[in-house]
Nanobody, 119 residues
Framework: QLQASGGGLVQPGGSLRLSCAAS????????IGWFRQAPGMEREGVSC????????IYADSVKGRFSNSRDNAKNTVYLQMNSLKPEDTAVYYCAARRRSLCGSSYDDWGQGTLVTVSS
């Protein structure tokens, strides 16, 4: 089971760090993706980190502002979000792909955490 946490209300320009923790299985070696879905919008991919952590992909909309990392010892993946904008407002989800490399399909999805960027 995956669980995303760390969402909340933040002002534009602020920062949040999301966590994706697993229970019942290890994330080590699995690619982990972050996705978001804004109200009335389709879900979009935000970032993916490979099982080794050496390959990280970002959507153009978050490049230079978001940072994806993993701590296998804690069985947790993090999404550091800086310089947040109102258009980053969405429910954020993490998902595990039971392969080492990032791709288009994911096997395990967690419940989302709401991020609201507003003054």
């Amino acid at each position: 089971q995956l669980q995303a946490s760390g969402g909340g209300l933040v002002q534009p320009g602020g920062s949040l760090r999301l966590s994706c923790a697993a229970s019942g299985f290890t994330l080590s070696g699995y690619a982990i993706g972050w996705f978001r879905q804004a109200p009335g919008m389709e879900r979009e991919g935000v970032s993916c980190i490979s099982g080794s952590g050496f390959s990280i992909i970002y959507a153009d909309s978050v490049k230079g502002r978001f940072s994806n990392s993993r701590d296998n010892a804690k069985n947790t993946v993090y999404l550091q979000m800086n310089s947040l904008k109102p258009e980053d407002t969405a429910v954020y989800y993490c998902a595990a792909r039971r392969r080492s490399l990032c791709g288009s399909s994911y096997d395990d999805w967690g419940q989302g955490t709401l991020v609201t960027v507003s003054s």
